[in-house]
């Protein structure tokens, strides 16, 4: 089993505070105001950590996904979260997990939104698959940031 760690940053000119509220404590009721496709709620737990996050969404042929993840740390000071994915998503025949880490860094005015992604896998880890998953994290990055803008009194 090895480890292959991606991290991808994305520059944002919306506050780290207001960043980190919608991309991580009020994700479940931001994120489908601007991805209607998009589905979360708490399965186990108060949202802390140890709590199971259940997600659905419809992909680019409206198949229907779900994944689900382990919160396993929160810091709100630090603009922090870690979580594990635990089933759907990423996972295959060759991964065995992903522990995801977003780290959210005060930068001027705006932030630095920082996704690691640790992929456990049995085998060799398929780089362009990993590359892509990173690329749709940024792209939900930048969605949060325009309804961010267009709504300046969200997660305020």
Known sequence: M???TATHEFKSSIPASRMYKAII?????VFPKFM???KSEIVHGDGGVGSILQTC???EGNQVKVVKHRVEAKDPANFYSKYTLIEGGALSDNVESVVNEVKIEPAGDGCVVKAINHYHTKGEA????IESIGQQTLGVYK?????????PT???
């Open 154 to 156: 969200v997660c305020v």
């Open 36 to 38: 209607p496709q998009y």
């Open 25 to 29: 404590q009020d994700s479940p009721t």
């Open 126 to 129: 398929d780089k362009a698959f």
């Open 143 to 151: 969605a949060v940031q325009d309804y961010l803008l267009a709504n």
């Open 2 to 4: 090895g480890v292959t």
């Open 57 to 59: 969404f419809a992909d």
